[in-house]
């Protein structure tokens, strides 16, 4: 039980292009989903945290009008890397917390490559 | 503030010793104190948690985690290594007044020699 997806597991797009990013819980409805960054050999940074029909909250520092976080339903929520460029190169990854419980169960995660 | 510590950013260990990975850490109020595993080009899998009641944690994969809280620790232990544990741990504390926010430790790459 409690598993999260993404798609794409990797993508490679060009400098001023959008990616968007799924993240889906899959047996099991999320009212909270989170976005993380990690870059190489460090740790989880939280970017923004995402609930189901408002608006994400976006850790500071985080440009909310470059990623752009969607929570359409309780088991999807999308981040779009808007005009991306190479130093949004990154491992995205995703997770989504039950209502029932304080644990989040983290996505595969998705490694940007942006040329 | 919520923070935690991992000292030791490598540990090497001969399949079948036991193993510790180390996590310290500083809360204002009670600690939720949570370990996960991530292997390369995988996001974090949950191994454990601790919220209250027992020191001793039970978790996936023969793993436990030890709550000491006079020496502020939560580390990692596994009785018995596996070469297939090689992978990257963090502990991570879950902060006190929003507890969507999780702050995860640098991570300890754990390496277990056949």
């Known amino acids: 039980g409690a598993v999260v997806s993404q798609h794409p597991s990797w993508v490679i797009c060009k400098s001023g292009t959008s990616v968007k990013i799924e993240c889906r819980s899959l047996d099991f409805q999320a009212t909270t989903m989170f976005w993380y960054r990690q870059f190489p050999k460090q740790s989880l940074m939280l970017m923004a945290t995402?609930?189901?029909?408002?608006?994400?909250?976006?850790e500071q520092g985080v440009e909310k009008d470059k990623f752009l976080i969607n929570h359409a339903s309780l088991t999807l929520s999308t981040l779009t890397v808007t005009s991306a460029h190479p130093e949004d190169s990154s491992f995205y990854i995703c997770?989504?917390?039950?209502?029932?419980?304080?644990?989040?169960?983290f996505g595969p995660g998705t490694r940007l490559t942006v040329l | 503030a919520q923070s935690v510590a991992q000292p030791e950013d490598q540990v090497n260990v001969a399949e079948g010793n036991p193993l510790t990975v180390k996590c310290t850490y500083s809360v204002s109020g009670n600690p939720y104190l949570f370990w996960y595993v991530q292997y390369p080009n995988r996001g974090l899998q949950f191994l454990l948690k601790y919220i209250t009641g027992d020191n001793l944690v039970k978790g996936s994969y023969g793993f436990e985690a030890e709550f000491n809280k006079s020496q502020t620790s939560f580390h990692l232990k596994k009785p018995s290594a596996l070469v297939s544990d090689s992978a990257l741990y963090f502990c991570?504390?879950?902060?006190?007044?929003?507890?969507?926010?999780?702050?995860f430790g640098s991570g300890t790459k754990l390496n277990v020699k056949p």
């Open positions: 991570a504390v879950r902060d006190w007044g929003n507890f969507n926010k999780f702050y």
């Open positions: 997770s989504a917390r039950p209502a029932d419980t304080d644990t989040q169960y």
């Open positions: 995402s609930n189901e029909g408002s608006k994400a909250t976006y």
